[in-house]
């Protein structure tokens, strides 16, 4: 009997946590109206920052540092007032100039935030997890409810400051000048500006006091759990959101209310449904999916939340830049708006710079980094199409990509190797049946998981989709006896072509190259149709788009089909040029990563991915000559972030962004 | 011009019964009956906030309709959506300008010609000599149509963002009538316009009207509706107030009285 209340007791501890950052997120959305990506990276840098605080002497960047040792109560109070400095400072950086441009531009420069963040966090504390110094509330007595049932002293504790927490928000903006503000800004800013509301600094304080709420959860969450790591913010920033919009995002006490509930579902599907600890997260995403669909209001939320911001990126303004960035600029768009690359055979003047290059680069290392380039710019060509060409914000791509890889390597390990006890080797032709037929399996998976994202947009539209990526991430880690789980499928034969093993970096380049071709045709003849000007319609002004007789629901689907069969292509190469996938290979910061490289290319440009990937992969090298890059490797990541931010807020069109390709076939 | 149809249409091209608009207790269009015959320009007119546009958008497919039912020539639907309703050759632009970002008046305008494509999948992949032509055939008629609406050649490969207010109102005719419409609705075509832009832009409508496609449009200058209109529908709090020629719609005392009222 004991079990069901100590499974609700455990469910109102991590409720208690989650609901504290579900407030901190959902006073923060109520004001903006936008999704801060950077919000597990607060949650991981209060924890992070508390515990370093309380330490006598702690390691940063790899340098022995003399530390306060300050108590809990001192270290977590200043580690929140930091973290609020910083919230306030990246909103002032990233998010503040972009509060008119497209919604997609915020979102991705607070995807590229939380990636600056989580490297710099790596680089300064270690990959690894650490222990949290000390149990500050271990003499707390402990509260025995029933025989069997004790409340530990932690976790009263941590109940109570959650629950202070909260009800000291809910006053603050019901009760004080500058709480009234933020509702005020909340309806309508234009009209709260125009009574003389500062709206701007109203933001920002929203934005200090979310991050420092997130900070507390963090700190509490790192203290119960007694770890902190780099990464210890990304589920429960999900979870947070996930109970915001459970409660109605926007609404303190729903946020509350959602915090709770989630909790509970957790912690009672975790321990009554079959193998509930493995899927607990699952069961999370499942709910978010089903609520965006069905209740994006939530349970106490208003119905008009979330309401579309027409506009992509590339039509955004951006911000003026100084002299110097306006230099740096106009010297980019030269160079990509040079005479030659104007002319109608550029594209084979490239091809052939691209054969020079296979058939000259004598390293094998070199080449191997190239093909690693074409995979790269190849995935980024598939997401383009749907968030570059479509306007669809996708962070579910890598699990098309992850199909793909696994059709052909379930086909060539799980059944001809083990269960006919064949040799792969002698089936080689069927890689290139599995190359069309893998895509086409990615891309019928990319049409059933876009069919429930068509009724949501924007930031939502990639909270959506980031969930169905991370349900099949973990079921293609738990599912051991199809996907050998974590361990990866190894022993997946090299490509050949009759007899002709391709098992050299060169001669995969050139698969890689051909298929690259091949691909990059395949998209240019449709973006460049009616299909394609249907797309950039659709992006653009999709009522408008409708009234000319464009189906939206068709060609939402086209575009998700269209990326996902390009995944899946990608991902059937990708696994017999690696011989080896693992679900590792397709995580969530391989998705940004590639989304990233299409906004540094270019969105909706056909060069912008190749020239994102082949920018990115080459710094990749060279920068390993630099020193402290060479110490900290995660700084390179930061650096991308911070490039990705800089680029968002004063060219969104990225770097070929002026060499945009028509829409006519010409 | 070659380009647009010229076939008799069916008497009527636009045809409304009881149609009725109701956002939450709101009563924005009530049992609004309309003909909008072939071969004929069809003005709403009346005071702010009579249910001009929102009448213009339930028989669009914008706003679904609490009531009521829409015919586009003599076909019908229970529940349309605005791509169908374009399927079903009605075209429309919009009162705040609607145009696609990025993309220039040639591309614009050819986004209008959507549903005339035929090229399937395969075919734009092989991108065959079908495939090819159609778009080329398309391209023609969309410099055809650009010239059409008034718009200098200089402009085809302009960011249509980048165009004057007024030419952005002409591409986005150009576009409505690149779908080869039997209806063209027109939400204030003539609004922020200067003297002769609206001359300019009224006899469009007529040449238009002239090559066999019905026009519906709201429009607040009465000099123009009476210049063009054959057929006025004065709305009045969402009813239908009268209908009637423009000179007997205009001379109608309950007419003066419903804008009078409005100004008081």
Sequence with gaps: MAYFEQLVLNGLLMGAIYALAAVAYTLVYGVVKMVNFAFGELFMLGAFLTATLMMDQVTLFGHAMAMPGMGFGTAAALAMAMVAALGGLIDRIAYKPLRSAPRLAPLITSIAVSVVLQSLAQAAWGPGSQLFPGQPFEHVPAIALGPDLVIEGTEWVVMLAAVLAMVGVHLFVHRTVLGGAMRAAAVDPMAASLVGVPVNRVVGAAFMIGSALAALAGLLYAQTFQFTSATMGFLPGLKALTAAVLGGIGSVPGAALGGLLLGLIESLAAGYLPEGAVYQDVVSFVLLILLLVFRPQGLLGKKEMNSAAPGSLTSGRGVRPGRTMAAVLAGIDRLFTAAWLQKPNAKLIVLAAAVVLGLAVPSDYWLGIFVMVLIYGLLATGLNVVVGFAGLLDLGFVAFWAIGAYFTSILFIDIIQQAWGLDPSAWWWLLYVNLLAGGLVAGLAAMLIGYPTLRVRGDYLAIMTLGFGEIIRIVATNWVGFTNGPMGLRGIPSPQLFGWVLDTPRSQYFFALALAVIIVLFVSRLTRSYVGRAWVALRENEEAAEAMGISGTRYKLMAYACSGFVGGVVGVFFAHFMRYISPANFTLFENILILLLVVLGGLGTLAGPFLGAAVWLLFLQLSMHIPLVTEFPELRFALLGILLIALVLYRPDGLAGKARSRLTMG | ?264
């Design chain 2, 1 to 264: 011009m070659n380009t647009l149809p010229t076939t008799a249409m069916p008497d009527i091209a636009l045809k409304a019964r009881g149609l009725g608009v109701v956002f939450g207790g709101l009563t924005a269009v009530d049992a609004l009956d309309l003909d909008v015959m072939g071969h004929s320009i069809h003005a709403i007119i009346g005071p702010n906030g009579a249910g001009k546009t929102t009448a213009v958008n339930a028989l669009s497919g914008f706003q679904p309709p609490t009531r009521g039912q829409v015919w586009i020539g003599n076909v019908t639907r229970d529940r349309w959506t605005s791509h169908q309703m374009a399927q079903a050759g009605l075209a429309r632009t919009f009162q705040n300008i609607r145009l696609f970002g990025g993309m220039t008046v040639l591309e614009t305008v050819l986004v209008g010609a959507h549903k005339l494509f035929r090229g399937s999948l395969p075919a734009l992949l092989w991108r065959c000599a079908t495939a090819r032509a159609e778009e080329q055939r398309q391209e023609e008629r969309a410099r055809e149509l650009i010239r059409f609406v008034g718009l200098p050649d200089a402009t085809v490969g302009q960011p249509a963002q980048s165009l004057s207010y007024g030419n952005q109102r002409r591409v986005e005719i150009a576009r409505a009538l690149m779908s080869e419409p039997a209806v063209l609705v027109l939400d204030e075509p003539l609004a922020g316009m200067n003297v002769s832009e609206k001359a300019e832009v009224s006899e469009l409508i007529r040449v238009i009207r002239r090559q066999g496609v019905a026009v519906l449009m709201i429009e607040h200058d009465m000099d123009v509706i009476r210049s063009l209109a054959e057929r006025v529908t004065v709305m009045h709090q969402g009813r239908k107030l009268t209908e009637g020629s423009a000179t007997d719609v205009l001379s109608d005392p309950r007419v003066q009285d419903a804008y009078l009222g409005k100004m008081q």
